[in-house]
């Protein structure tokens, strides 16, 4: 999975929670958080709370 311009896609997993709903994991292929959290707007609208990582970024020291 590779994007236009060479970069890899990594995977992003989290959950969205809407009201009234149960939560909903996600797992999806971004190049990006930006583009993950704009994936999951895109398929389920604004106004949830949203949270979606990379395993290997949430790994790393800061």
């Known amino acids: 999975m590779e ?3 060479g ?3 990594r995977e992003f997993i989290g959950f ?3 009201s009234g709903q149960p ?3 996600l797992r999806l292929m971004a ?3 930006g583009e993950a959290r704009k994936l999951v707007i895109e398929e389920y609208g604004e106004g949830h709370v949203i ?3 990379n395993e290997e970024d949430a790994r790393r020291p800061r």
Do not use: D, F, G, Y
């Open 51 to 53: 949270s979606v990582w």
């Open 7 to 9: 970069e890899p896609k």
């Open 31 to 33: 190049l990006s958080s």
């Open 23 to 25: 939560e909903i994991q």
């Open 3 to 5: 994007a236009e311009l």
């Open 16 to 18: 969205i929670r809407i």
